[in-house]
């Protein structure tokens, strides 16, 4: 039995962690943070593509906090399902009561680029999982909706101080708990192939919808994926190609046909709709730094980041964690 942990409960979280309740090879805590006392009371409500309308769902342990899931440890795998926004709060930090050195294997089911280094840095002995989902899910208020079939490549962030096999093996464990006759889970031998074509959509899509407020479906009727996120899809593909990665060039159109039928709204749209912090570093900000280094032109990609560095400054506010002079400044006034 594996005991496994999953820290963020919201449209994939949760949804991960139904699969993986099902398995009865694993052992499943889940972090619920505001949606606790609903959760406590009424379960999840789930209307999913895969396992069609659940009236309640309660996972086998609920805590509040990281430090209290310590209390069903230690653990095996512990699931990353945050958003990712190292700007607000390093996960690395948030999930370190709960790995144990050497035995946890830390699972990213994440957006974004370059996103285990951190992991590795500050858990060398352990084991980190790049886990790439397409499953187009949301949470309001522990009603999940679920809209494409849960499709999840698992390879490894690969850490040079562990051996190859063990990472492999870690991966597939995972794997067999979380892979059931109605979602797709499977092994990844090129995940970072897997990861830069997925931000073809991710940097893009994303973005694009959440600055100008429309979900994908609306996006495409009133023009902008002519206008907008093919040019801005190119820049992705040069950039992956400096990175090592060669994209084909049908990913356009595939990640464009992703929500084919469904007025979906991206996960960052999402959060902009809900006033949370954006993932605008890991998703914009780490694929722009990669041009940078290798010198790549990639100017919408720029312009998009750093509109979405003002959105989440102007969230920073709203949320106090930035308090500006009641009266403008002058010129020379800098934020810390
Ligand atoms: N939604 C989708 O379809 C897809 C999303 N992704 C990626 O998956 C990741 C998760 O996305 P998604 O499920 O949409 O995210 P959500 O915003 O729906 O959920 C994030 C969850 O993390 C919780 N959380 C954040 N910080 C903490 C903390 N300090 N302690 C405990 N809980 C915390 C939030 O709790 P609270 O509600 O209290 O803030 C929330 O429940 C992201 O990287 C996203 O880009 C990838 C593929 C598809
Ligand atoms: C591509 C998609 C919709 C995954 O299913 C996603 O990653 C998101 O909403 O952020």
Same mark, same amino acid.
């Given at each position: 039995?594996?005991?496994?942990?999953?820290?963020?409960?919201?449209?994939?979280?949760?949804?991960?962690?139904?699969?993986?309740?099902?398995?009865?090879?694993?052992?499943?805590?889940?972090?619920?943070?505001?949606?606790?006392?609903?959760?406590?009371?009424?379960?999840?409500?789930?209307?999913?593509?895969?396992?069609?309308?659940?009236?309640?769902?309660?996972?086998?342990?609920?805590?509040?906090?990281?430090?209290?899931?310590?209390?069903?440890?230690?653990?095996?795998?512990?699931?990353?399902? /945050?958003?990712?926004?190292?700007?607000?709060?390093? /996960?690395?930090?948030?999930?370190?009561?709960?790995?144990?050195?050497?035995?946890?294997?830390?699972?990213?089911?994440?957006?974004?680029?370059?996103?285990?280094?951190?992991?590795?840095?500050?858990?060398?002995?352990?084991?980190?999982?790049?886990?790439?989902?397409?499953?187009?899910?949301?949470?309001?208020?522990?009603?999940?909706? %679920?809209?494409?079939?849960?499709?999840?490549?698992?390879?490894?962030?690969?850490?040079?101080?562990?051996?190859?096999?063990?990472?492999?093996?870690?991966?597939?464990?995972?794997?067999?708990?979380?892979?059931?006759?109605?979602?797709?889970?499977?092994?990844?031998?090129?995940?970072?192939?897997?990861?830069?074509?997925?931000?073809?959509?991710?940097?893009?899509?994303?973005?694009?919808?959440?600055?100008?407020?429309?979900?994908?479906?609306?996006?495409?009727?009133?023009?902008?994926?002519?206008?907008?996120?093919?040019?801005?899809?190119?820049?992705?593909?040069?950039?992956?190609?400096?990175?090592?990665?060669?994209?084909?060039?049908?990913?356009?159109?595939?990640?464009?046909?992703?929500?084919?039928?469904?007025?979906?709204?991206?996960?960052?749209?999402?959060?902009?709709?809900?006033?949370?912090?954006?993932?605008?570093?890991?998703?914009?900000?780490?694929?722009?730094?990669?041009?940078?280094?290798?010198?790549?032109?990639?100017?919408?990609?720029?312009?998009?980041?750093?509109?979405?560095?003002?959105?989440?400054?102007?969230?920073?506010?709203?949320?106090?964690?930035?308090?500006?002079?009641?009266?403008?400044?002058? %010129?020379?006034?800098?934020?810390?």
């Amino acid at each position: 039995m594996y005991k496994i942990l999953i820290v963020g409960s919201g449209g994939v979280g949760v949804m991960a962690a139904y699969a993986l309740d099902l398995s009865p090879l694993a052992e499943v805590t889940v972090v619920v943070r505001s949606d606790y006392d609903i959760v406590q009371e009424r379960g999840y409500k789930i209307e999913s593509v895969d396992y069609g309308k659940i009236e309640k769902y309660t996972p086998s342990h609920v805590v509040k906090t990281v430090s209290e899931a310590a209390k069903f440890g230690p653990f095996d795998y512990v699931v990353v399902s /945050t958003k990712n926004t190292p700007d607000i709060f390093k /996960t690395e930090d948030l999930v370190d009561a709960v790995v144990t050195p050497e035995k946890t294997t830390i699972v990213l089911l994440q957006n974004g680029i370059h996103i285990g280094e951190p992991f590795i840095e500050k858990y060398p002995g352990n084991i980190v999982l790049s886990g790439v989902s397409m499953i187009s899910s949301t949470n309001y208020n522990a009603d999940i909706t %679920h809209t494409s079939q849960d499709s999840l490549a698992i390879g490894y962030f690969n850490n040079e101080n562990i051996a190859t096999q063990a990472q492999k093996d870690s991966a597939m464990s995972f794997i067999e708990c979380y892979h059931n006759g109605k979602n797709h889970c499977y092994y990844d031998e090129n995940v970072n192939f897997t990861r830069w074509r997925k931000l073809v959509y991710n940097a893009t899509l994303n973005p694009i919808c959440a600055l100008t407020g429309v979900d994908v479906g609306r996006l495409e009727i009133f023009g902008g994926n002519d206008t907008l996120v093919r040019a801005a899809m190119k820049e992705v593909y040069a950039v992956a190609a400096s990175d090592g990665v060669d994209l084909p060039t049908e990913v356009a159109d595939i990640m464009l046909a992703s929500d084919d039928g469904v007025y979906y709204a991206p996960s960052m749209l999402v959060d902009i709709i809900k006033g949370n912090y954006i993932e605008v570093e890991v998703i914009v900000g780490n694929t722009v730094r990669v041009a940078q280094k290798n010198g790549v032109e990639a100017p919408m990609l720029s312009l998009i980041y750093h509109l979405l560095q003002v959105v989440q400054k102007k969230t920073m506010e709203l949320k106090g964690r930035i308090v500006l002079p009641e009266q403008r400044p002058d %010129h020379s006034f800098k934020l810390e």
